[in-house]
């Protein structure tokens, strides 16, 4: 099993709609999680980082974990062109806190 | 504004040859990192470093060395290159247990 687990994609919504893009991870202790976009060619740059249960917003972006399911999300409302990218999930380890472990992405791909 | 720099965006090699890929940071972080990052298998760690002069291994450390004399600078070392290590390397940084600040990246091909 891996330690984080993402669905390859490609995800494709329509423009405006909302994108829905998973993440689960194998260790129960883990903490923190993170969210990065990584347009074609370019670099990860960090979306959102969630450490506790619940919700967490900014602007059309929302993650939500759900630590007893061991599950990580993120939510693109009103997608547009632009956020078509992969998507990778990152957790940090218990036992290891000091290195992250990725999922291998999710490809989305917004259409107009 | 966050900066981290890697010294080639790209760089043919010929297997067997030594290769040095080199990232600076300008944000004072204590950690830095190395993954290399292909197709379907996602980011790997490669080797990290929470100090100068310190480093530990990461996942898939073979074939790799690392070296840190200074605190801004990372250096990823492939003593022989080989085929097998033609890849996206990226270079990160943090602070503690804080957001990695991701380098460009160095896609690096061996022959």
């Known amino acids: 099993q891996k330690e984080v687990e993402q669905n390859s994609g490609p995800l494709s919504v329509p423009e405006g709609a909302i994108a829905s893009l998973n993440c689960t991870y194998s260790?129960?202790?883990?903490?923190?999680f993170f969210w990065y976009r990584q347009y074609s060619g370019k670099s990860p740059e960090l979306i959102m980082s969630?450490?506790?249960?619940g919700d967490k917003e900014d602007g059309r972006f929302t993650a939500q974990l759900n630590k007893a399911s061991q599950y990580v999300s993120l939510l693109i409302r009103d997608s547009q062109p632009s956020d078509s990218a992969t998507y990778l999930c990152?957790?940090?380890?218990?036992?290891?806190?000091?290195?992250?472990?990725f999922g291998t992405g999710t490809r989305l791909q917004v259409f107009p | 504004d966050v900066k981290v720099t890697q010294s080639s965006r790209y760089l043919v090699k010929r297997t067997g040859e030594k290769v040095f890929l080199e990232c600076v940071q300008d944000?004072?972080?204590?950690?830095m990192f190395w993954y290399r990052q292909d197709p379907g298998l996602g980011l790997r760690l490669i080797y990290f470093?929470?100090?100068?002069?310190?480093?530990e291994k990461g996942d898939i450390p073979e074939g790799y060395s690392v070296s840190r004399e200074k605190k801004e600078r990372f250096s990823l070392i492939l003593e022989s290159a080989s085929t097998n290590q033609t890849s996206m390397y990226l270079c990160a940084s943090n602070s503690g247990q804080k957001t990695q600040y991701f380098g460009p990246g160095t896609r690096l091909l061996v022959l």
């Open positions: 470093s929470y100090d100068v002069k310190m480093k």
């Open positions: 990152a957790g940090i380890r218990s036992y290891n806190t000091d290195k992250l472990i």
């Open positions: 260790d129960r202790g883990s903490q923190s």
């Open positions: 969630i450490y506790s249960n």
């Open positions: 944000m004072d972080h204590e950690n």
